[in-house]
């Protein structure tokens, strides 16, 4: 068949 | 450029830390000093590629996870995973 809303993967550049 | 094979097995690289600000990962490259973050659905890969996984499993998590088609998810994963790993972010076993 709950699936969540897809928008395209993604990594941006710029723990701390 | 870098390209996969269904079969090839993906791994997080082990000098990279990672956490949560404001709803976002952030991940440093310990190496490299360079600070990345992921949206909602990179975040969700990222998370999976905690632990070793096939590029086909990626797939399947995607799509069991988000409606979207498997040719999209395919496309947009293998963007995603060519792009961290040319940030040295993962690790690729093409065995």
Redesign the interface.
Known sequence: GSNREYTSPEVTEFVV | MNTFDNSHEIVAAENC???TIDGET???HTDAG?????????T???ESLQEPHTVEEVYEA?T?????GYDR?RE??D??LA??AD?D?VTVDAE
Request: proline residues 0%; negative net charge.
């Open positions: 830390l990672s956490t952030v991940v440093l360079k600070y990345y973050g992921f949206n909602e659905v990179g969700f890969v990222w995607v069991d996870e988000y409606d979207v998810c947009d994963v963007e995603l792009e961290l940030k972010l």
